[in-house]
Every structure is written in C-alpha cells, then in structure tokens.
C-alpha cells in the first residue's frame, strides 16, 4: 500500500554515466515534483509535472531531464552524471496544481557519484 | 535575497516538555506555510499548513504560529515523547514569482527519556 514509491533507493555509480531513477504514486495525485537534498539537508526543487505537463523548471542542468508517461509516474534521467550529482532525490506528489495542497514524499534515492 | 533559517543546532528537551521550533525568513511574502517531519533515512511527511491569514493551527499535540511582521513561524509539540525525535522543516509558498515550495534546512529535535 506504499503511497510513492522510488527505485532504485541506493544507486552508486561511476562519473561520466547515465541513469534513471523511477517514481510511481498510487494516491490518485495529477502533480508530482523532484526534490534534491544535499548534504546539508537543503530540500530543493527541480522539477514539478501537473498531468503528465512541466510546469516547474528550476535552474538545474539540461543532464537532467524528466519524463512523465502518465500522471502516475514521474522519471527522472540524468546523463554524464558528476560528482556534484550526489545527493538523496525525493519524489513527491499532491492534488491538483494548486501547490497549496500537502505533498507526499517518497522514500528517496541515494545517488553516490564516485 | 530570499531566505529561510531554521536553527540548525539539535534541540535537546526531556520527556514531557514542550518542543518550540523557529522557522523565520526574509525577503519573503509567503502566502502560507508548511510543517513537515523528516525521520533519518526517509522522505519528509507532512504535519500542518497554515496561511498568511491564520495566526495559529492546532493539530492533537501540535501547534504552530505564523507572524508575517515578524516574519516568524514557531512550531510547537506539546508533552513531547522520545517518538518525537526527528528533523522538522518548514516550507513557504510565494504566490508571486516562482510558485514552489522552498524549504528551510530543518531543525533536529531530540526528546530525552
């Protein structure tokens, strides 16, 4: 009955690669979002989709690109990953694009970029 | 520029006692605010919101205060238990500018048994 789920939840890599995290939510939810947290435990935003559409786009770099195939799921692919990519990723979703509403967290991907 | 400042040294408090969290920010005109629980190892879970129109909200234990003069929201957990250690963040929304959530780094709270 997991609500938003995440895979891999650890990912270890080399510099230079490619790699998909997967996010999936069962709540019914039409907007999702990526998170980055860093070390210093700052939660930042990066992407936010509303069925299936980008709305947000922060500053984040173009190796960083998302795909929603359907509002349930939210992908997020990053190519010729870089030291500074590590970091835990958190997937979130909530009701409608009315930012108003709570989000729900997934467990998070550890991301170590060696 | 904007920001957001939790205190980022652990709170300490016994068994029983009331925890009071600071979030305060500046450059900032937050249409509301959010509390969330971040447990070690695991994603942030959602406590309370409150909007710039609301001074305070209760939620069982919880309360929390919003003062846009001060620009200060303080989060309260009453008769505190060991369960209740954990990293809090607050998060505002703009409804000017860039319309997302920003979150603060979080303050982590201890309860001693």
């Known amino acids: 009955d997991t609500a938003v789920s995440q895979t891999p939840k650890y990912l270890v890599t080399q510099m230079g690669n490619d790699k998909s995290i997967k996010c999936e939510q069962n709540l019914g939810h039409d907007t999702m979002y990526w998170y980055k947290q860093d070390s210093k435990k700052f939660l930042k935003i990066m992407f936010s989709?509303?069925?299936?559409?980008?709305?947000i786009n922060e500053t984040v770099p173009n190796r960083f690109s998302p795909k929603s195939p359907d509002k349930a799921h939210l992908n997020l692919h990053i190519n010729s990953l870089e030291l500074g990519d590590s970091a835990v990723y958190f997937c979130?979703?909530?009701?409608?694009?009315?930012?108003?509403?709570?989000?729900?967290f997934g467990p998070g991907t550890r991301l170590l970029v060696l | 520029s904007q920001k957001i400042e939790q205190n980022s040294e652990a709170l300490n408090i016994q068994e029983g006692k009331t925890a009071t969290l600071t979030c305060n920010y500046t450059?900032?005109?937050?249409?509301?605010l959010q509390w969330y629980r971040q447990d070690p190892g695991r994603g942030p879970v959602f406590l309370l919101l409150?909007?710039?129109?609301?001074k305070e909200k209760r939620k069982e234990r919880l309360k929390v205060t919003f003062d846009t003069t001060l620009k200060q929201s303080l989060f309260h957990i009453t008769a505190s238990q060991p369960a209740d250690s954990a990293t809090y963040l607050c998060a505002l929304f703009s409804d000017t500018g860039r319309r997302a959530l920003t979150f603060g780094s979080g303050t982590r709270l201890q309860v001693q048994p």
């Open positions: 979130a979703s909530s009701y409608g694009q009315n930012i108003q509403m709570s989000q729900y």
């Open positions: 989709y509303n069925n299936k559409e980008l709305i």
């Open positions: 409150i909007r710039e129109n609301e």
């Open positions: 450059n900032y005109s937050p249409a509301y």
